[in-house]
């Protein structure tokens, strides 16, 4: 069974940055496509970003192109999201999953989440 730890949220102003992690056990972290989604309060769960190996196979929401970056280190078994200039629109609790498909959809590996709080 894969088990998911997201980490690295946390209350930050706007225009900073933040780094979250997301540790994976339970299967190599290459077997998979990952991708980082993320809820905001009486917000449905939405897409952010997603990479299938590397750099060059990530893709993101319009919301957030050009100020987020997905990456991931099959070797450490975690996948990341540096966000920068962040904005309060980016409120949210962020989950990282495994995804397949050309839509990027989620399997149902949900960890705890992070929050991100951006101040104003």
């Known amino acids: 069974q894969v088990q998911v730890t997201e980490s690295g949220g946390g209350l930050v102003q706007a225009g900073g940055s933040l780094r979250l992690s997301c540790t994976v056990s339970g299967r190599p972290l290459r077997s998979y496509a990952w991708g980082w989604f993320r809820q905001a309060p009486g917000k449905e769960r939405e897409f952010v970003a997603a990479?299938?190996?590397?750099?060059?196979?990530?893709t993101y929401a319009e919301s957030v192109k050009g100020r987020f970056t997905i990456s991931r280190d099959n070797a450490k078994s975690t996948v990341y999201l540096q966000m920068n200039n962040l904005k309060p629109e980016d409120t949210a609790v962020y989950y990282c999953?495994?995804?397949?498909?050309?839509?990027?959809?989620?399997?149902?590996?949900w960890g705890q989440g992070t929050q991100v709080t951006v101040s104003s």
């Open positions: 990479i299938k190996w590397g750099a060059d196979s990530a």
């Open positions: 999953n495994a995804v397949w498909g050309s839509d990027y959809n989620p399997y149902d590996y």
